[in-house]
């Protein structure tokens, strides 16, 4: 993830109000923030994340709101005005307002300029629109005078209420809250994480798009999915693959390199994609570094260009060392001309190594820590990762960690690949004279074609060999129909996670490896098994009374999680009452097991305990 705001990056802006504004910073724009204001984003560029920005007052000259970063200090003055202050309240040193804090024997009390107490509060609850005195007018001028961020608007509100020093530790703190909320000019900027965005997503956009899911269900999901970072990029050979060669150039799948691998059934707009690619570090794209190579290399380049060569340095040199000389005619001295400050010309660039164009059938993909997602679409929907700048359906993508490390497939290719056009048509092939021949589009096409096809050849092929390291899914299908057709892809002891928003389907497959449903299944009481072999199966359809194999996967159980926020005042904490978005979730669990072969036994040795009836009787001589 990226320390500062990049140009064109989405970032998640934190209003005082509470809600998120998610948007994409682009250069020599105008940021607008409603009623809070305006400001120009080359202002946050470069910036890092997590400060509070403060929209100052314009000024005369200037037609937009300058910037402040709000410092901690001013951030968290009350807290640390009552942890520094035991018996009185006073402002914590080094801040710049004064605050209101909680006294011994008093619950609040509101100071002026000079520290002086101008209220207190008690127990008595009031109204507070019947006892202020400002009016709405009054509110409306003093906002377009614009003072100070939205700070003086509220001190005069506090200073304007006629019974503050009625009010409860909890109603003028809760006050005091409701008023910074409305009127303070202030925001955060927080970067586009999965947690972040998932809670925007729910709280403020569609929630179902993301069928329901969030952030604590992203988290146990990836923690019961196992994932995380599957191991070194390792890449197979480029074949070299002539133009006149077809499938029989395509590059093998070596079962042995495959490792690290997920797969993903993803409904949530790829969403549950972000959040795995998050865990496994392919998800942001490291500019950080490739700016500091950069650098480097520029650097490294000046330095050699202002450099002299050694001969011009030597003769140099000696040209300084000598003395000038003089001569005398006519009483004129003839001055030895100026020495001309040696020229440092510029090294030679050496010309950039063009790396050679990989053939047509090269796989771009990497063998471990990837993702390989099962879509019923053309093309799958991850429309979501464009806010993590990766466009699923661009042909010709700029380098991102997604590109190498995300592959996708159709459930018919993956059951019947047969039937698929793009796996089962051969490729093309044309001879390098009738290739030359053709116009560039038609050549272009012609490259395109079988890129696709070693692409997708690679992928159902290396899919299909199974050994995967875990399954996750998010999805609207019957769960029971994804497992059938993936469990046997699965490799011994890899995790099984699945979110619902209900628990019914997930109650529905949790029953189907019930105690009881394997006993019958151990005890021979299903006829059509007998005889199968072990892979036979594990790819067993299932009939109605045993829709899976009841052994393919031990330790099942239904887990659920909310978090929930707390509203913190003063006698007052508490959860909240209401909270946004629809169902809280389930996650189904379980571990792929693989059934035993052969004969189990015990082996070992074993020391024969002796019976006491053979310790009584005495041996005989």
């Not at 009625?166 to 303070?184: C, D, E, P």
């Amino acid at each position: 993830m990226q320390s500062v705001i990049r140009p064109n990056a989405w970032v998640a802006l934190k209003l005082p109000s509470g809600s998120t504004k998610v948007l994409q910073i682009a250069p020599n724009t105008t940021i607008s923030l409603g009623k809070y204001g305006s400001f120009p984003a080359n202002l946050i560029i470069g910036r890092p994340y997590h400060l509070t920005f403060e929209l100052q007052d314009k000024l005369p000259d200037e037609n937009f709101s300058r910037l402040r970063i709000v410092p901690t200090s001013e951030l968290y003055a009350e807290v640390f005005a009552e942890e520094t202050a035991p018996e009185c309240a006073t402002p914590a040193t080094g801040a710049n307002d004064t605050v209101i804090s909680a006294t011994d024997g008093e619950e609040f009390s509101l100071v002026d300029e000079k520290g002086n107490v101008v209220a207190r509060s008690n127990r008595e609850i009031i109204d507070d629109n019947a006892r202020q005195t400002l009016t709405q007018e009054e509110i409306e001028e003093l906002k377009r005078e614009g003072n100070n961020a939205g700070k003086d608007v509220i001190a005069k509100l506090l200073l304007s209420h006629t019974a503050l020093d009625q009010k409860t530790s909890f109603s003028l703190a809760k006050y005091k809250l409701l008023k910074t909320k409305k009127y303070i000019r202030r925001f955060q900027v927080l970067p586009i994480d999965v947690a972040n965005f998932a809670q925007w997503q729910l709280e403020e956009r569609d929630a179902s798009k993301i069928m329901d899911m969030r952030a604590e269900m992203i988290g146990l999901v990836g923690c019961w999915g196992n994932v995380h970072y599957g191991g070194d990029d390792v890449l197979l050979e480029d074949p070299k693959a002539a133009v006149a060669q077809g499938e029989e150039a395509c590059v093998p799948v070596d079962e042995g390199l495959l490792r690290g691998r997920w797969l993903v059934v993803d409904d949530t707009c790829g969403l549950l994609v972000a959040a795995m690619a998050e865990r496994m570090g392919v998800l942001y794209d490291n500019e950080d570094a490739e700016t500091e190579g950069k650098t480097e290399e520029q650097n490294k380049d000046t330095e050699e260009q202002t450099a002299a060569t050694p001969e011009e340095t030597h003769r140099a040199n000696v040209n300084e060392t000598q003395p000038g000389k003089a001569t005398q005619e006519g009483g004129d001295i003839e001055m030895t001309d100026v020495q001309n400050a040696p020229t440092k010309p510029q090294a030679e660039k050496k010309p950039k190594q063009q790396k050679p164009r990989p053939s047509d059938f090269a796989i771009p993909y990497s063998q471990t820590n990837t993702i390989t997602v099962i879509h019923g679409a053309s093309q799958p929907n991850l429309s979501l990762l464009n806010y993590w700048g990766f466009d699923i359906t661009s042909p010709n993508h700029p380098p991102h960690p997604l590109h190498n490390h995300l592959l996708t497939l159709t459930w018919l290719q993956l059951l019947k690949p047969e039937l698929d056009a793009s796996y089962s048509t051969p490729p093309l092939t044309a001879s390098p004279e009738t290739l030359a021949s053709w116009k560039p589009s038609r050549r272009g096409n012609f490259h395109r074609k079988r890129r696709r096809y070693a692409r997708i050849r690679h992928i159902v092929d290396s899919t299909r060999a199974g050994n995967f390291s875990g399954l996750v899914c998010a999805s609207t299908m019957d769960p029971i129909s994804i497992l059938r057709h993936t469990l046997p892809l699965l490799a011994g002891g890899a995790p099984v996670a699945i979110y619902s928003p209900s628990v019914e389907a997930l109650a529905a497959v949790a029953d189907c490896f019930s105690v009881p449903r394997r006993t019958a299944w151990v005890s021979g009481n299903v006829p059509e098994i007998e005889g199968l072999s072990t892979e036979e199966l594990e790819r067993w359809p299932g009939n109605e009374r045993f829709p899976l194999n009841p052994t393919l996967l031990h330790g099942v159980s239904i887990q659920t999680s909310r978090a929930r926020r707390w509203q913190v005042l003063p006698g007052r904490t508490h959860p909240l009452m209401t909270e946004r978005g629809g169902a809280d979730g389930y996650v189904f669990t379980a571990w792929r097991a693989k059934p035993a072969e052969g004969k189990i036994a015990a082996k070992g040795k074993f020391k024969r305990r002796k019976v006491e009836s053979e310790a009584a009787t005495p041996a005989s001589a």
